[in-house]
């Protein structure tokens, strides 16, 4: 390819670092690319919680426009982020190796681990209802903004702590010197992973991308992302899953979580190889049958 891959992010520092390891990546394979900035609706309102904005993919959708109208030939987004159903005319190209794919708590200054929380701070509906549902007596405030922001916010707060992706911190260099890490809690769908999209058709640009694909973050992704779209969950549903391959076997944890806290129904499967295209939505048949249908249908109904 000789033209100059236009690539849409973001602004934020993180989405610009992630941005920035696609363009690296690419020159690394010979093709030159160019960074065209672009701020998202979810970018623009810092208040709101993600799961009260009601708008599927509100960090990307900003950018799906850009693409269907050829002012960027690829966009890189937090795969965690963009809908289950991606718009018409756009294409998967290709899934970075994933990073960390664990959420972990962040202390205020003077605070340290403890058996029990009295105030965290999250956007996440996810991460609000599992840590009611482990600590009851817990408050849960909203935290929203970029990473920065919102460790200054921690810092200004009265919370025990606040939670993170650790992948996000740890590709900004801002891990800190303590924190918890919340093995007991499932993270998002594809939580971890950095996805790019390109124009169905676009060939050239397609196949240029797709070279830097890891297919096994792909497959693992991809069934998380089947057993979201099987249970129809979005950024209102507090859905945790994780694929993890090991030989020719995927193990697969998944859950969904009533938002205060109170239900917890999960599921836990091994699946063969082979079997990759059909786990994902295999286990959230499970949960379906378990009973998660009344849980979807009672956050709708809110």
Not at 233 to 245: E, K, V
Not at 271 to 276: L, N, P, V
Request: overall charge negative; glycine content about 8%.
């Amino acid at each position: 390819m000789k033209k100059i891959l236009r690539i849409g992010t973001r602004d934020s520092q993180l989405a610009l670092w992630q941005a920035n390891t696609v363009k690296d990546l690419l020159a690394a394979a010979g093709i030159e690319a160019e960074l065209v900035p672009v701020k998202s609706e979810g970018d623009l309102d810092l208040v709101t919680p993600l799961y009260a904005m009601g708008v599927e993919g509100v960090f990307t959708k900003t950018l799906d426009a850009y693409l269907l109208s050829d002012k960027i030939d690829i966009a890189v987004h937090s795969m965690k982020d963009v809908p289950t159903q991606l718009a018409q005319g756009i294409v998967q190209a290709a899934v970075l190796p994933r990073a960390s794919y664990k959420d972990i708590l962040v202390f205020r200054s003077g605070k340290e681990r403890q058996e029990q929380y009295d105030k965290i701070g999250t956007g996440s509906i996810r991460r609000k209802a599992m840590l009611l549902h482990r600590y009851p007596d817990c408050t849960v405030d909203n935290l929203r903004g970029n990473v920065q922001t919102r460790l200054q916010k921690l810092q200004d707060s009265d919370w025990d702590g606040a939670i993170f992706a650790e992948a996000g911190l740890s590709r900004m260099n801002l891990l800190p010197d303590t924190y918890e890490v919340l093995d007991w809690m499932l993270p998002a769908p594809a939580q971890g992973a950095i996805m790019i999209v390109c124009r169905s058709g676009e060939e050239d640009t397609f196949n240029a991308c797709h070279k830097l694909d890891n297919e096994v973050t792909a497959i693992c992704t991809r069934i998380e992302r089947d057993f979201l779209k099987t249970l129809m969950g979005g950024c209102s549903t507090p859905i945790s899953a994780l694929a993890q391959i090991d030989g020719d076997q995927i193990f697969f944890e998944g859950n969904i979580c009533s938002p205060d806290g109170k239900e917890l129904l999960e599921t836990s499967k091994t699946f063969a190889m082979h079997e990759w295209q059909t786990a994902g939505a295999d286990a959230a048949q499970d949960l379906l049958a378990k009973g998660a249908g009344r849980i979807v249908e009672a956050i709708r109904n809110k």
